[in-house]
């Protein structure tokens, strides 16, 4: 929930106002909200998700890592709103604050969630990760939707620089204090987790060499990394699109949240309910599919400029996300081989890459196609929604090659392999 305050102003409200208010270029306001996702790819997860296996502090492993995360994060949003607006009459000074605010805020991600979701591996068990990750990506988004519909109420009266920075640096004390009382006393003091006692302990350098020395591995991350760019390279982009292609006000895409993350709140909470009986596979392959579906009445409701058809394409991808997020989680939590924190760390760096180099490339293909076509907005977006539905097939046809049972297998041999050259 904590995160869910923060990404959504950051995503939705934020993301918006730099592309269109600001007149900021796609490119640079996609790759700037997305730096966080590079960090990634230089090993902050890999590294925070190993280190909370094989360390402790003050007898936690993942709790120290989740709060230092979270208050790094939060602090970060005190600095954003106004350096985003010092662009207008300072550039390079704004540009500057907001490169170091973005990767503050980047780093307290990626440490918190990734040892998060170690704990997560650690303590669910494994007939209970459905559940419990459908649970919390639904409180993610449930934040999201209540704090887009606070921020839309809120900037509806009057729009500026003053109430933005205000609302932002409000929602992050709500985040941390949210982050704090839900944190405390989750993990029990002194217990370790079941890999820790299962598995000797490996360093970061081991770890890499582990994940590129498995061809298994590194064909799940890029299947990771496919699934996430189809399901989320159309986040940074639904605000702008509603306002540059259908006009509405930032009050009026702010709503685009609640009808699509609601209705994807519902399909996530029932997949993860009853994904044990449907299958990861199976849901996995309907949500791929309704979410195809969803892109295409996406771009017929640009072409019509029907806000009806609008409306129910939002809902249609919000069902098709809502099932593929929580089949795709679930069996990214399940193929971890004993080692909850360093494979969270993989996963979550092949997502944080995807995401990277989806809102990016998102980005510059909106700017490129805009530009090549004498300024037309719609055929930017339909570009943009086409690549994520390109995005959509590849990973259905890559599902059918995913075997948990020969990762495990295959990780296994190539850890003794690790270990061996480490003795030596």
């Known amino acids: 929930m904590a995160y869910g305050v923060l990404l959504g102003l950051l995503n939705d409200t934020l993301n918006r106002v730099m592309k269109v208010e600001l007149a900021l270029p796609a490119t640079l306001v996609f790759t700037l909200i997305n730096l966080k996702e590079?960090?990634?790819?230089?090993?902050?997860?890999?590294?925070?998700?190993?280190?909370?296996?094989?360390?402790?502090?003050?007898?936690?492993?993942?709790?120290?890592?989740?709060?230092?995360?979270?208050?790094?994060?939060?602090?970060?949003?005190?600095?954003?709103?106004?350096?985003?607006?010092?662009?207008?009459?300072?550039?390079?000074?704004g540009f500057i604050k907001l490169i170091v605010a973005f990767t503050l805020f980047g780093i307290g991600l990626h440490i918190?969630?990734?040892?998060?979701?170690?704990?997560?591996?650690?303590?669910?068990?494994?007939?209970?990760?459905g559940k419990v990750a459908s649970l919390s990506w639904s409180l993610l988004v449930l934040a999201g939707i209540v704090t887009a519909v606070a921020v839309g109420r809120y900037l509806k009266t009057e729009f500026s620089e003053a109430r933005l920075t205000?609302?932002?640096?409000?929602?992050?004390?709500?985040?941390?204090?949210?982050?704090?009382?839900?944190?405390?006393?989750?993990?029990?003091?002194?217990?370790?987790?079941?890999?820790?006692?299962?598995?000797?302990?490996?360093?970061?350098?081991?770890?890499?060499?582990?994940?590129?020395?498995?061809?298994?591995?590194?064909?799940?991350?890029?299947y990771i990394f496919v699934s996430i760019f189809a399901a989320f390279g159309n986040e940074l982009v639904m605000e702008p699109f509603g306002g540059e292609v259908f006009g509405l006000s930032v009050a009026e895409t702010t709503q685009f949240k609640p009808l699509m993350g609601g209705t994807q709140l519902i399909f996530m909470l029932l997949t993860?309910?009853?994904?044990?009986?449907?299958?990861?596979?199976?849901?996995?392959?309907?949500?791929n599919t309704v979410s195809i579906l969803g892109f295409i009445l996406l771009i017929a409701s640009a072409v019509l400029l029907n806000k009806m058809l609008l409306n129910v394409s939002l809902v249609v991808l919000g069902m098709g996300l809502g099932v593929s997020n929580i089949g795709n989680?679930?069996?990214?939590?399940?193929?971890n081989a004993g080692r909850g924190g360093l494979f969270m760390g993989l996963w979550g760096t092949a997502q944080s890459a995807a995401m990277f180099a989806g809102s990016t490339g998102v980005g510059a293909v909106l700017d490129a196609?805009?530009?090549?076509?004498?300024?037309?907005?719609?055929?930017?977006?339909?570009?943009?929604?086409g690549l994520e539905i390109l995005g959509f097939v590849i990973s259905t046809?890559?599902?059918?090659?995913?075997?948990?049972?020969?990762?495990?297998?295959?990780t296994k041999v190539k850890l003794e392999e690790v270990l061996a050259v480490a003795a030596d």
């Open 369 to 385: 196609v805009i530009h090549l076509t004498g300024g037309n907005p719609l055929i930017g977006y339909a570009s943009v929604f």
């Open 112 to 129: 918190s969630l990734t040892t998060y979701y170690g704990l997560v591996v650690d303590f669910a068990g494994e007939k209970n990760l």
């Open 397 to 410: 046809v890559m599902l059918s090659s995913i075997s948990r049972e020969a990762f495990e297998s295959e």
């Open 38 to 93: 590079l960090l990634a790819v230089f090993g902050i997860k890999v590294w925070a998700g190993n280190l909370s296996d094989r360390s402790t502090f003050f007898g936690y492993r993942r709790f120290p890592f989740m709060v230092l995360g979270l208050v790094l994060s939060c602090v970060s949003f005190f600095f954003i709103a106004p350096a985003a607006f010092e662009m207008q009459s300072n550039y390079l000074s």
């Open 329 to 335: 989680i679930t069996l990214m939590m399940s193929m």
């Open 166 to 222: 205000s609302v932002m640096q409000t929602a992050s004390m709500v985040a941390l204090g949210i982050g704090l009382f839900a944190s405390v006393g989750i993990e029990r003091r002194n217990a370790e987790s079941s890999a820790v006692k299962a598995e000797e302990s490996i360093s970061f350098a081991q770890s890499l060499r582990l994940m590129r020395s498995s061809p298994l591995t590194l064909s799940f991350a890029f």
């Open 272 to 287: 993860g309910f009853f994904i044990n009986r449907t299958g990861n596979r199976n849901a996995i392959l309907f949500g």
